[in-house]
C-alpha cells in the first residue's frame, strides 16, 4: 500500500458536470475497468445527513437536486491538458457505483480512454484512517486552481485557465464509533489549521483524502460550531474538512 509521501499533485483531476458543477475526481481501476470517482453532489441529486450521537445533531449535511447529464474531465498531458467528455446516459446502471448514505460515487468509464500523466488507484491502494491524531493530505481544484466563473464555459478555453491543483494538510480528527452506522466505509473529519476564506475550498469536493493509503473522499467544508471553539479554542482557526471513506469501491468488480 502506498501513503501520502508517494503521492505528487497528479493525484487528482478537474471535472466539469454539465456548464455548472466545477469539482474535482481522480481514477480507481479495478481489474481490467476504469472509474471516475467523486463525490456524490457533483454528479446527482444527494441527501446525506451524519449524525452526531454525542449531540443529536449533525455532524455533516448534503443536500441538492442538481444533476448532471454529461461530465468533462480534463487530464493532465506533460504541460497540456487532455480533455474527454463522459455521457451519463453512455454508462451502464451496473456502472455507477455508489454507496447508502455517503456522498461519493464511481462512475465507469469507456475502455479506450487513456489516463495521461494522472495517478489511478487500485483495490492495493484503498486505506481506512486512524482514530488517532493522524495527518492526512489532499490535493484538489479548489477557487485558486480553477478558472473564475465569470465567462461562460467552453471545453477548449477552460483547461487555458486551470493553475497547478491545490494542496491542504489536515490533522485527523476522530468521531464517535457509532457514527458510522448505515455506512459502507467510515465518515471522517480533517482539521485544516492553515484555514482560508471559505470559498476557496469550493472545487475541492471529490478530491482524494491521503493518509496510509487512499482513505477518503472528500465532501465539504464546513465551520467548527462556537461550541466547539468555548470547550477547546486552538479550534478557533481551523476548518472541517468533510470526507467519506473509500470501503465502498471494493464493490466494483469489474
Known amino acids: 500500500m502506498l501513503n501520502q509521501s508517494n ?6 483531476l478537474p471535472i466539469v458536470a454539465g456548464e455548472y458543477m466545477q469539482a474535482t475526481g481522480f481514477l480507481y481501476k479495478s481489474k481490467s475497468q476504469l472509474y471516475l470517482v467523486t463525490a456524490k453532489h457533483n454528479i446527482l ?3 446525506v445527513h451524519i449524525s452526531n450521537p454525542r449531540t443529536g445533531g449533525n455532524l455533516w449535511e448534503v443536500d441538492t437536486d442538481f444533476a ?18 463522459l455521457l451519463l446516459s453512455d454508462i451502464p446502471e451496473e456502472g455507477i457505483v455508489t454507496a447508502p448514505a455517503t456522498d461519493s460515487i464511481a462512475l465507469q468509464l469507456p475502455p479506450d480512454i487513456a489516463t495521461h500523466d494522472l495517478t489511478v488507484f487500485s483495490s492495493e491502494d484503498l486505506g481506512e484512517s486512524s482514530e488517532e491524531d493522524e495527518s492526512l493530505v489532499t490535493f484538489g481544484y479548489g477557487t485558486d486552481s480553477l478558472p ?7 471545453v477548449s478555453r477552460f483547461p487555458d485557465e486551470l493553475r497547478p491543483p491545490q494542496e491542504l494538510t489536515l490533522s485527523n480528527m476522530p468521531v464517535p464509533k457509532n457514527t458510522f452506522a448505515g455506512l459502507d466505509g467510515a465518515f471522517g473529519i480533517g482539521l485544516d489549521e492553515n484555514r482560508s476564506e471559505t470559498q476557496k475550498y469550493n472545487g475541492l469536493s471529490g478530491a482524494p483524502v491521503l493518509g496510509d493509503g487512499l482513505v477518503g473522499i472528500h465532501s465539504g467544508t464546513s465551520e ?12 478557533a482557526n481551523t476548518v472541517k474538512i468533510n470526507y467519506f471513506g473509500t470501503r465502498f469501491l471494493r464493490k466494483v468488480r469489474h
Do not use: C, N
Open 224 to 235: 467548527i460550531p462556537e461550541a466547539a471553539i468555548e470547550q477547546d479554542p486552538s479550534l
Open 45 to 47: 441529486p444527494t441527501d
Open 68 to 85: 448532471a447529464d454529461r461530465i468533462d474531465m480534463f487530464l493532465p498531458d506533460g504541460t497540456d491538458w487532455a480533455s474527454h467528455r
Open 7 to 12: 503521492y505528487d499533485p497528479k493525484v487528482s
Open 148 to 154: 473564475a466563473k465569470t465567462t461562460d464555459y467552453s
